[in-house]
């Protein structure tokens, strides 16, 4: 499985932008997609996660700004990332079970 994240860029506090991961290879069915982040000096982090059924999960300091979804047909994972915080610059990158990663993308919140 290969998974290929886009969408990071640099954007100011309280704008948005949106992450996307395509996975492809021997997918057969990917049931849990998810994106972790990790800032400079920090471990990485879970961010977001979504089941084949569209069940999500959220770190709390993400709730209710960011969002998960998934176009199952494409076998690709969006975050949806709203009223970015300069806290939330990190190496975004996406995962799939059992040890599947994106490259990471770059988000930078700041003025």
């Known amino acids: 499985v290969q998974l290929q994240a886009s969408g990071g860029g640099l954007v100011q506090p309280g704008g948005s932008l949106r992450l996307s991961c395509a996975a492809s290879?021997?997918?057969?069915?990917?049931?849990?997609m998810g994106w972790y982040r990790q800032a400079l000096g920090k471990q990485r982090e879970f961010v977001a996660a979504?089941?084949?059924?569209?069940?999500?999960e959220y770190i709390d300091s993400v709730k209710g700004r960011f969002t998960i979804s998934r176009a199952n047909a494409k076998n690709t994972v969006y975050l949806q990332m709203n009223s970015l915080k300069p806290e939330d610059t990190a190496v975004y990158y996406c995962?799939?079970?059992?040890?599947?990663w994106g490259q990471g993308t770059l988000v930078t919140v700041s003025s």
């Open positions: 979504i089941t084949s059924d569209g069940s999500t």
């Open positions: 995962h799939a079970p059992p040890g599947f």
């Open positions: 290879g021997s997918i057969f069915t990917i049931d849990v």
